[in-house]
C-alpha cells in the first residue's frame, strides 16, 4: 500500500521553492500567517481574469513585499497604473506593515 506525499513538499528545492518567505517568532507566526492566506484569497478572488499563477509573499524587516505572478499584467495594472494603486490600498487593509506590490 503505497503512503500519500504531499507534491509541493516533494518539489521543494528541486524545482520549486517556498510560497512564502518570511521567518517569525512564535508569538506573531499565527498571526502573519492568517495575513498571508487572507491575502492569497483576496488576490485570487479580485483577480480571477488576469491568470494568476502564483503568489510570493515575502517580509523583511517590518516590510511586506508581495510578487504576483501573472500570465496578464496588463488586467492588473490597468490604464497607466491606476488598478494597480487601488489594489495596493486595499492589499494594506490586511497588514500593518507596510507594503511593497510587484507584478511579473
Not at 500567517?33 to 488576469?50: G, V, W, Y
Request: glycine share 6%.
Amino acid at each position: 500500500m503505497g503512503q500519500k506525499v504531499n507534491p509541493i513538499g516533494m518539489r521543494l528545492q528541486v524545482n520549486r521553492t517556498w510560497d512564502s518567505r518570511w521567518f517569525a517568532e512564535s508569538k506573531d507566526y499565527g498571526n502573519l500567517l492568517l495575513e498571508d492566506l487572507r491575502m492569497r484569497e483576496f488576490i485570487h478572488k479580485e483577480l480571477k481574469q488576469a491568470g494568476i499563477s502564483k503568489v510570493i509573499i515575502e517580509r523583511p524587516h517590518k516590510k511586506c513585499r508581495v510578487t504576483i505572478h501573472t500570465a496578464r499584467p496588463g488586467v492588473i495594472i490597468g490604464k497607466k497604473g491606476a488598478d494597480i494603486e487601488t489594489l495596493r490600498k486595499k492589499l494594506t487593509v490586511f497588514t500593518k506593515s507596510e507594503l511593497h506590490l510587484n507584478i511579473v
